[in-house]
C-alpha cells in the first residue's frame, strides 16, 4: 500500500519535511516513490509547497495520506473531496 507522509530532513533542532510517496512498510527516511512538496514548520508562516497535480494523480492511484500530511495537502489547497475519498 502507497502512503503519502513526511519525511524528515534538515539539521539537528532544524526541521524540514518532504512530502513523499512511499511504500507502507518503508522506513521514515526510506526509499521514496516519489516527492510531492517539502514543509518548513520554522519559518512565519510556516512554508507548505505542494504540487497539486502530483498529489491528486498519486490520491486517485490509492495513495493514502497520513493525519498530518492530509492536513498539509488541505491547507496547500488539495480539494478535500480528493483527500476524502481514499480514506473510505
Known sequence: MLKIRLRRVGAKKKPSY????????????????SIIGHYNPLTDPETIVIDEEEAVKWLDKGAQPTVTAARLLSKAGVKKSEIAKEKT
Not at 20 to 28: E, H, K, Q, Y
Request: charged fraction near 30%; avoid cysteine.
Open 18 to 33: 518532504r512530502l513523499v510517496v512511499v511504500d507502507s512498510r518503508a522506513p521514515r527516511d526510506g526509499a521514496s516513490v
